[in-house]
């Protein structure tokens, strides 16, 4: 079935078929690698669900078959509402990686673990993560070796605001800036989802100090996430910007994976009930866990002079660097690797 595009001239609309817009589609891809996609995708929609694809797009892909028939070229994909050329390839490239159990963990752990959807072939062919853990006066990041399951970098950066002047959105950019300027290249990142509400914790969840700081930590999250994306997506400030705006419709990918802030510290234990502990002790027994390479990737090595440097920091940088490194730890274990017995241990005390 030929879709039909309407394009307005200055004095009549002519039409263009939509195929003319997928050209770039259906060149990515080998006949071979085709054949696989439009088989999967027209044998039986229901097994869509083990790919990457969400599950109002897979409704879609339904609908549109009962209406019209199977696919006849990957290109059709574009003729289904919602579908854009990113979402295709997101889930042409799931396809050819292979099927699998989307929900391994979700049926283990309860809830979501992870935002957005992390799709197998970004996972596999990753090769450095950044975990980056934001607080009210620092910003803490490691960077993780994949292959080797290594810490790169593990860095402690102090915010210094001004005294006695009230912050302006302007400076908490500016602070962004340099963050972000001095942030690792990697190819996934990783922060902690942060709450969707400004009020505090405790007896007096509107106490106005509390609320402005949660503001501008907030606002510095946003900026941080904005300026990583930005730079990953290799925005070009030379282009106007309806040239901009064209190619992030169509090219645009999330570089910052946000995940569940509690799995940490379940994880390593340094949640005791609702209450956070520090994790300096956590790590510490963890350091001297460390003496070397696995072959498997079960556990992390840290060299020496990254250790030292670590042993050598104040508590507060110890515990601020901690929660980044838990971070970066569980992020590889239960979403890059599928560790087993990590996703155990975190069963095991969720019951």
């Not at 399951?149 to 908490?172: A, C, F, R």
């Not at 440097?309 to 660097?321: E, G, I, P």
Request: proline residues 4%; contains cysteine; positive net charge.
């Amino acid at each position: 079935m030929l879709s039909l595009r309407v394009l307005y001239s200055r004095y009549y609309p002519v039409i263009v078929p939509k195929c003319v817009f997928s050209q770039d589609l259906e060149k990515k891809y080998t006949v071979e690698e085709k054949t696989k996609i439009l088989q999967v995708i027209n044998d039986n929609a229901d097994e869509l669900s083990k790919y990457d694809i969400a599950k109002a797009k897979l409704k879609k892909v339904k609908q549109w078959k009962s209406e019209n028939g199977q696919l006849k070229c990957i290109s059709d994909t574009q003729m289904i509402e919602g579908f854009s050329e990113r979402i295709a390839h997101r889930l042409f490239n799931s396809i050819l990686d292979g099927p699998t159990d989307r929900s391994e963990l979700s049926h283990k752990i309860k809830g979501q673990i992870l935002h957005p959807h992390l799709s197998d072939s970004i996972r596999q062919e990753c090769s450095q993560v950044l975990a980056v853990y934001v607080a009210v006066n620092s910003v803490c990041w490691t960077l993780i070796d994949k292959r080797n399951y290594e810490v790169l970098e593990w860095k402690y950066h102090s915010i210094d605001y001004p005294e006695g002047k009230k912050m302006q959105i302007t400076d908490i950019l500016n602070i962004a800036w340099k963050v972000t300027q001095q942030l690792p290249t990697a190819d996934i990142c990783v922060m902690k989802a942060e709450p969707t509400t400004l009020r505090a914790a405790g007896s007096d969840p509107n106490n106005p100090k509390v609320l402005a700081v949660n503001l501008q930590k907030s606002q510095m999250v946003a900026m941080i996430v904005s300026l990583i994306n930005a730079k990953s997506n290799n925005i070009n400030t030379s282009l106007n910007p309806d040239e901009n705006a064209s190619k992030l419709v169509k090219d645009f990918n999330h570089k910052v994976y946000f995940l569940r802030p509690a799995l940490p510290y379940r994880l390593y234990g340094t949640l005791v009930g609702n209450e956070k502990v520090s994790t300096d002790q956590t790590v510490e027994m963890l350091l001297q866990e460390i003496n070397e390479k696995t072959s498997n990737n079960s556990k992390v090595y840290i060299s020496p002079p990254i250790k030292h440097m670590f042993r050598s920091q104040n508590d507060l940088k110890k515990d601020m660097l901690g929660h980044c490194l838990l971070l970066g730890l569980t992020f590889m274990d239960l979403c890059i690797y599928k560790n087993q017995e990590s996703i155990n241990k975190l069963v095991k005390r969720n019951d």
